[in-house]
């Protein structure tokens, strides 16, 4: 290889492990190196920085003035405390032919192949610009992504379309459930519970709180709308956290319990949550009032995202099976940032990437050397329809 050669894609990989971008900390490092390469790849770049220690990107190759096509990747990764890893997962390490380390799939694996890409990008003359956008707190509800998108919408870009480069197996995946979650906190009032008459019980509010999450996940289950293209294909909804009490002989002064719904398009996860959460308030906060001022509850929003509904008939979904070499499309369960370039960004998406979602946020995570390939051949064809 000759000293001027760019990166091959297993060595940009190599050093996007290297930084440890846990959502928890700073991406900066990560951010730096990759204005490098885009800036040896003669790329524009646009740095935005919302909030300290934290940046995405959004780096153009081909004319800025036209629409063209985004692909888009995170560069934060979950935690791997407590997970039995057999290597460093923060140093990519080969093992029969597998890459392990951790957001191999999920999904600093794609975004690798787009910046191995970009002298390719740059070498294309492309008629039409491919920009590569990079977010951060993905992981953490989808946040980084909006500034970004922000910035998009600032600049007058109006991409045809996104690929969200999310592990789907380069599957072209068309749909996947919004989701709102957050945390309520029922504040009671403790004593003796030999007194327990005196006191307001907040496990025993939270307990009506979560039989009617319950209740109206069952009717949504029984009777809701259905979509049969996601495995589990009706929305859903369940309280996934508790935390109350001190003692087995005090009333619980508070419970916080944290609850979530996941909606196919035909229902809206924000609208659940907040049908939910005026029961909260108008019945059990009401009546903790009633009994006393002092009592009543808080909530804190946890998570809010759309979901993504693209028609497959489309332009986009079209050229997103070509350029795969598919011919069909999936739904998945999981969130992504492709709903948020949908509806805020009002930008056509998709997410096809390489790599398994069931090998993502687990202990050695990889992605094969053929499957970064296969994501290679779909983005070189992109560029070759962008000339
Ligand atoms: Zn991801």
Same mark, same amino acid.
């Given at each position: 290889?000759?000293?001027?050669?760019?990166?091959?894609? %297993?060595?940009?990989?190599? !050093?996007?492990?290297?930084?440890?971008?846990?959502?928890?900390?700073?991406?900066?490092?990560?951010?730096?190196?990759?204005?490098?390469?885009?800036?040896?790849?003669?790329? @524009?770049?646009?740095?935005?920085?919302?909030? #300290?220690?934290?940046?995405?990107?959004?780096?153009?190759?081909?004319?800025?003035?036209?629409?063209?096509?985004? *692909?888009?990747?995170?560069?934060?990764?979950?935690?791997?405390?407590?997970?039995?890893?057999?290597?460093?997962?923060?140093?990519?390490?080969?093992?029969?032919?597998?890459?392990?380390?951790?957001?191999?799939?999920?999904?600093?694996?794609?975004?690798?192949?787009?910046?191995?890409?970009?002298?390719?990008?740059?070498?294309?003359? *492309?008629?039409?610009?491919?920009?590569?956008?990079?977010?951060?707190?993905?992981?953490?509800?989808?946040?980084?992504?909006?500034?970004?998108?922000?910035?998009?919408?600032?600049?007058?870009?109006?991409?045809?379309?996104?690929?969200?480069?999310?592990?789907?197996?380069?599957?072209?995946?068309?749909?996947?459930?919004?989701?709102?979650?957050?945390?309520?906190?029922?504040?009671?009032?403790?004593?003796?519970?030999? *007194?327990?008459?005196?006191?307001?019980?907040?496990?025993?509010?939270?307990?009506?709180?979560?039989?009617?999450?319950?209740?109206?996940?069952?009717?949504?289950?029984?009777?809701? #709308?259905?979509?049969?293209?996601?495995?589990? %294909?009706?929305?859903?909804?369940?309280?996934?956290?508790?935390?109350?009490?001190?003692?087995?002989?005090?009333?619980?002064?508070?419970?916080?319990? @944290?609850?979530?719904?996941?909606?196919?398009?035909?229902?809206?996860?924000?609208?659940?949550?907040?049908?939910?959460?005026?029961?909260?308030? @108008?019945?059990?906060?009401? @009546?903790?009032?009633? !009994?006393?001022?002092?009592?009543?509850?808080?909530?804190?929003? *946890?998570?809010?995202?759309?979901?993504?509904?693209?028609?497959?008939?489309?332009?986009?979904?079209?050229? #997103?099976?070509?350029?795969?070499?598919?011919?069909?499309?999936?739904?998945?369960?999981?969130?992504?940032?492709?709903?948020?370039?949908?509806?805020?960004?009002?930008?056509?998406?998709?997410?096809?990437?390489?790599?398994?979602?069931?090998?993502?946020?687990?202990?050695?995570?990889?992605?094969?050397?053929?499957?970064?390939?296969?994501?290679?051949?779909?983005? !070189?064809?992109?560029?070759?329809?962008?000339?």
């Amino acid at each position: 290889m000759a000293a001027t050669d760019p990166p091959a894609i %297993p060595d940009i990989l190599a !050093r996007l492990i290297a930084f440890d971008t846990v959502s928890a900390k700073s991406n900066l490092a990560l951010v730096e190196a990759v204005e490098d390469l885009a800036r040896a790849a003669g790329a @524009e770049i646009d740095r935005i920085t919302p909030e #300290a220690g934290k940046a995405a990107l959004w780096i153009t190759l081909g004319p800025g003035d036209v629409p063209g096509y985004v *692909l888009s990747g995170h560069s934060d990764v979950v935690p791997t405390e407590g997970q039995p890893w057999t290597s460093d997962p923060f140093r990519l390490t080969e093992r029969d032919g597998r890459l392990y380390g951790r957001g191999t799939s999920d999904m600093k694996g794609f975004v690798a192949v787009c910046l191995a890409l970009m002298p390719e990008m740059a070498a294309a003359r *492309l008629a039409r610009p491919i920009h590569i956008a990079l977010s951060y707190d993905e992981e953490v509800g989808c946040l980084g992504v909006r500034p970004l998108i922000a910035r998009m919408r600032e600049r007058g870009v109006r991409p045809l379309g996104c690929f969200v480069g999310e592990p789907t197996g380069m599957e072209v995946v068309v749909g996947h459930k919004g989701k709102a979650a957050a945390r309520v906190t029922f504040r009671g009032k403790a004593c003796h519970s030999a *007194l327990a008459p005196q006191g307001i019980n907040a496990i025993e509010y939270a307990a009506r709180f979560i039989d009617h999450v319950r209740l109206s996940a069952e009717g949504l289950a029984r009777d809701g #709308a259905r979509d049969p293209l996601y495995d589990v %294909p009706h929305t859903t909804g369940l309280c996934s956290v508790v935390r109350g009490g001190s003692a087995l002989n005090i009333v619980p002064e508070t419970c916080a319990v @944290e609850f979530e719904y996941r909606a196919i398009a035909a229902d809206d996860a924000g609208g659940l949550a907040a049908s939910a959460l005026a029961y909260a308030r @108008e019945v059990l906060g009401a @009546e903790m009032a009633a !009994r006393d001022p002092a009592c009543g509850l808080t909530v804190e929003p *946890l998570v809010d995202y759309p979901g993504l509904d693209l028609d497959p008939a489309s332009d986009l979904a079209r050229l #997103a099976k070509r350029l795969a070499g598919r011919e069909g499309h999936a739904k998945v369960s999981f969130g992504t940032e492709a709903g948020l370039f949908e509806v805020l960004g009002g930008v056509p998406s998709v997410v096809i990437g390489p790599g398994s979602i069931g090998r993502a946020h687990r202990a050695d995570e990889f992605i094969e050397r053929a499957e970064l390939e296969d994501c290679a051949a779909f983005v !070189r064809r992109l560029i070759a329809d962008c000339r």
